[in-house]
């Protein structure tokens, strides 16, 4: 196996974990925000919780497309493409995604950082505040290959 195919089978890996975290925990937190409120949750609040869950499942969308277009031999087979060619042609095209993504992740963040934050006995959970994760799963999105390998 030649460097660009260990590349291309980690880039693919490690995106779809951190989309797939970002959108859990959005996830998570509109439950919370249901559940654990003692007074019905802002309307806005929750409206806003959902229109980020659907847009970080359209990024997932696009990653998934991407997979079974470019990385994937055939949808079917799910096995990786080997040949040199294929392998270029993937990673030429999650960098064209990527460049994307990262240009609505950025707004995106923008856009959840400025929402009202729920209480924190609300957003707490065992392993911290679910507010926070989701902050620090979407900065991880953002700074997502910071060496520059898919620039």
């Known amino acids: 196996m030649f460097e660009s195919t ?38 806005s609040l929750l409206i806003q919780l959902g229109e980020s869950r659907l847009f970080l499942n359209d990024l997932r969308g696009e990653f998934r497309t991407w997979r079974y277009t470019f990385f994937y031999q055939t ?46 006995e609300i957003t707490n959970v065992p392993t911290g505040d679910l507010w926070d994760k989701v902050i620090s799963a979407l900065m991880g999105l953002i700074d997502f290959d910071r060496n520059g390998v898919t620039h």
Not at 91 to 109: K, N
Request: charged fraction near 30%; aromatic fraction near 10%.
């Open 6 to 43: 260990e590349l291309l089978w980690s880039l693919c890996h490690e995106y779809g974990q951190r989309l797939a975290q970002a959108y859990s925990y959005v996830e998570l937190l509109e439950h919370l925000l249901v559940e654990r409120a003692a007074t019905p949750p802002q309307d």
């Open 75 to 120: 949808p079917d087979s799910r096995r990786m493409v080997s040949t040199k060619s294929d392998v270029e042609m993937a990673l030429d095209h999650f960098r064209d995604m990527r460049t994307r993504h990262l240009e609505l992740l950025i707004q995106f963040s923008e856009f959840f950082q400025e929402l009202p934050r729920p209480r924190a």
